[in-house]
């Protein structure tokens, strides 16, 4: 048998006026787990849907276990032995845990389901990665770990050789995560081969045996993980410079109070209650689940809730149209369900949330758009080769700042980001904390939401952190910091 | 960095057309195609008095169109079109028919000056529309269900005001004028009409932020909530200027014929959908234009002159109307899936 279990060899993907993948060559070994990482628009993506019969290659050669391979679907793929976990889950939540893993395969006499060895097989599959699912239960009613863990029982079921992971663990809080690396060390006992995609780095050092990085549509290198020196050298790889900076603590703090939040209260906060000041950044740390998207949808009057929140003396009355009226605006936890347009281009993007202001007694002015997003884009670096371009087209840090260019043409005084870094490749994540400190630096203040503890001690001023809905401690960045304590709070311990 | 900030400029740096400026002109080409396929081989089909016909015919669907193409464009169907048509044309005689008390039931009406009798109907348009604008956009009920429903509750105050027939007699000679003023050969002025709306939702569609409005919609509708859409206020809108344009279009069909029948219309909300969807509107929302639904109306059109002119007996009619409408449709997304590749 071979050690390889896959070569890639001269593979090359063009797409009108782009080559995404660029005469790549690598090998991956078996039973290893092995990382590819990238920025957005670094080939990862393309070379995944590939591998998973998603697009078709412009030429060169892919052999699994010295065999030409190439897949005509995802369906084909997992028949051939490349299984893939996306992002967006292949789940029935209306079905239950056993007619999930069975879906497709039940065997039937006269139309009736019965049950079946291979059936049986898949349970014991599951039962042995993850003994608390029960198997009748609802898919709906699991949480989105315990569903990849059902995706990834099919996989091992069908005898797959190869699990692409595509971000799994961008929806997970801290100890689901700790159970899914579990489970993929599990997986590579049984002998099967990981592609782990991520752009948590430390994932990489916990996780990895091999790690590839992808630069431009380029192979920029393949080692094993030991022979990488650390966190720095990876992202030198990714991005050919170096962008991690510190916080530097601001010179001049304003005294005057921007928002006031008193007592918020609904079905996920208890008695919020806590003030922002002009100019300031101020964080908001907290595991999945904590309340950070609730508090920032209340603000922007997404949601309903009770209590009092007022912005330069007034009280918002709980509508985004209001929010956006008094100077807030906010980029969304969900970039491409709730922040953009994918049908539309980036110029009618940029302009959504304020048309008042490119059009005069409701008649849009079409040149003034036009700046308005040659504007942003120029400012922003939105990579693109025309602003007529759908949004869909772009790479997800360039959505974002199509996003962040949307809410700053709104003219607001505080912008509200709720996970404004996830799914994004490292060099984007660089660029948009330099974009929030400039937003300050111009006079905006913002509400940075996040559960990426090293970016909220990277940018905010002040944090607070949340758990189960309340605020269980305020911390001034730069002095009373211990991220063992931060970590030890929000996960239920009791503030010191 | 100088040379992606100029290409900038130019209309489109790439020098791609918008994928909706594609459809319609691949649709213009099947147009074209069609009418030059009836022109071989239907008998002096080719000639000003069939292009004429074509408009004289059609103006009905495209007024109705204008209304659909808006609200499938912000994600929503409407199916009651065509009972408002029926409803319309009664309720415009009823209204107009003199209140005497000689004349049989279905003479007697509530004898109003006939601009008042229109005033009045358009109020009871829409508020049809505000119906379907109270259930679909305050309380989310799914659109196809709730404008059933008011396509038949509309059907049923015509069929009630017609006594299940239709409403003529004592009509005032001023009701049959409107529908019947006369342009050139067979285009009379409901056509006109028809055409001035198109070019009003041709601007609204493009150049106002109303019309952006209904596109940020249909594209992602939570994202146009939190963009500071009011989204409940312009779907309701959207379904009473749909209510609208559908009454309008039935006073102008019920004058044209002298009558208010309450039959009449039935079949055109699906007639409207079709037109709407063989311009290139997507079922869910964000996509569509005014543009490519008066081409497809036209298309429709030839399909359906072509299919009396070849001698088909009507019954076929259908059938054909469908295949093209199918293989047009189909045709549509294989070239948008394999461009957009």
Known sequence: METNVLQIKGLVKDFPGVRAVNDVCFDIKRNVVHCLVGENGAGKSTLIKILTGACERTCGSILLNGEEYCARSPKDARDKGISTLFQELNVVDQLTVEENLTLGIEDTTFGFLHKTDKIKKIIDVLKDLEP??????????????????????????????????????????????????????????????????????????????????????????????????????????????????????????????????????????????????????????????????????????????????????????????????????????????????????????????NLKKISKLGLLNSSQERATAKNYIEQLNIKTDSMDKETSKLSGGNQQKVVFSKCLFANADLLILDEPTRGIDVGAKAEIYAIVRELVANGKTIMFFSSELPEILHSCDRIFLLYEGEIKAELQNGKDIDSQDIIHIVTGGAAS | MNKPIKALNARSATGKISNEAFLNRVMFLVLIVLFALASIFIDKYFSTATALNLIANNWYIVILGIGVTFLLVSGHLDMSVGGIVGMAGVLSAYFTQPANEGFSELGQGLGLPYGVAILLTLLVCLFIGMLNALFIAKMRVASIIVTLGTMSIARGIGQVAALGAQRSAGLPDLFGVIGNVPLFGPIKIAAAIAAILVVIALFIEKKTSFGRRTYLIGANREAARLSGVKVELHIGLLYMLSALLAGITGILLASEMKAGISTRGAGFEFNALVVTLLGGASIDGGVGSVLGMVIGALILGVVSSAAYGLLLRPEWQFILKAVVTFLAIIAQRYLLDRRNK
């Open chain 1, 132 to 353: 608390s699912i029960n198997p009748k239960e609802r898919v709906g009613r699991l949480s989105v770990a315990k569903k990849q863990i059902i995706e990834i029982a099919k996989a091992v079921a069908s005898e797959t050789e190869i699990i692409i992971m595509d971000e799994p663990t961008a929806a997970l809080s801290e100890s689901e995560i700790e159970r899914l690396f579990t489970i993929v060390k599990r997986l590579r006992e049984k002998g099967v081969t990981v592609i782990y995609i991520s752009h948590r780095l430390d994932e990489i050092f916990t996780l990895g045996d091999y790690v590839t990085v992808m630069r431009d549509g380029m192979h920029v290198a393949t080692k094993p993980i030991a022979e990488v020196k650390d966190r720095t050298e990876l992202v030198h790889l990714m991005i050919g410079r170096t962008v991690i900076e510190s916080y530097v603590p601001k010179e001049e703090q304003s005294d005057e109070v921007l928002l006031t939040c008193k007592d918020v209260c609904n079905h996920k906060l208890k008695n919020v209650s806590f003030n922002v000041k002009r100019g300031e950044i101020v964080g908001f740390y907290g595991l999945i689940g904590a309340g950070k998207t609730e508090l920032a949808r209340a603000i922007y009057g997404a949601d309903s809730y009770s209590g009092e929140i007022v912005l330069k003396g007034e009280k918002l009355k709980g509508t985004p149209e209001k929010a956006i009226k008094a100077g807030i605006a906010l980029v969304p936890e969900e970039r491409r369900t709730q922040g953009l347009f994918t049908l539309l281009t980036i110029k009618h993007n940029i302009s959504a949330m």
